[in-house]
T-cell receptor, first 109, second 116 residues
């Protein structure tokens, strides 16, 4: 059974702090995606990681991929309230997306 | 602007009735579209792959007779929830590849279905 697990499931952090969200997956996948979802909304694409060792950064978010360990991380630097949302990783063995369990992030002043 | 649209964005229906949700690709053709279901505070679960001109492929555990998918044109896929029950209440999201064989997907804005 394919599993895509995120850790932690819930994260409450203070503004200005750093934290990392982890995404472990159980199958081979050449690429990994990170998405953001605001309440009641659809998905917003954040990153596409296409190879082992890939690292991408956008603003206060940085994502990395280790295909050998089947692990991706989403690092948050100096969190701000606007980053409060649910974050999903997704792997694509074949052409179908399998989403992680999600991490609900709340940034508090 | 949005490249994949869904209609309606919200729908409330009575138990036992059927409801149709449309997913349209705007300004591009999509031979394949995907339908997902998301229960509150849970992840997205792939329900089925919609293929233009052929039968949809359903994921294990998804009843094909209950969730009817029709992909009649290169820009439209429809999901009909037949004989809806309260447990079908969910957020339904469709997606389409940016182009055939593309790694990336455009996601629709979602449809909130509430069955009373």
């Amino acid at each position: 059974e394919l599993k895509v697990e995120q850790n932690p499931l819930f994260l409450s952090m203070q503004e200005g702090k750093n934290y990392t969200i982890y995404c472990n997956y159980s199958t081979t996948s050449d690429r990994l995606y990170w998405y953001r979802q605001d309440p009641g909304k659809s998905l917003e694409s954040l990153f596409v990681l296409l190879s082992n060792g890939a690292v991408k950064q956008e603003g206060r978010l940085m994502a990395s991929l280790d295909t050998k360990a089947r692990l991706s991380t989403l690092h948050i630097t100096a969190a701000v309230h606007d980053l409060s949302a649910t974050y999903f990783c997704a792997v694509v063995p074949g052409n179908q997306f399998y989403f992680g369990t999600g991490t609900s992030l709340t940034v508090i002043p | 602007g949005a490249v994949v649209s869904q209609h309606p964005s919200r729908v409330i229906c009575k138990s036992g009735t059927s409801v149709k949700i449309e997913c349209r690709s705007l300004d591009f053709q999509a031979t394949t579209m995907f339908w997902y279901r998301q229960f509150p505070k849970q992840s997205l679960m792939l329900m089925a792959t919609s293929n233009e001109g052929s039968k949809a492929t359903y994921e294990q555990g998804v009843e094909k007779d209950k969730f009817l998918i029709n992909h009649a044109s290169l820009t439209l896929s429809t999901l009909t929830v037949t004989s809806a029950h309260p447990e079908d209440s969910s957020f339904y999201i469709c997606s389409a590849p940016k182009w055939a064989g593309s790694y990336e997907q455009y996601f629709g804005p979602g449809t909130r279905l509430t069955v009373t």
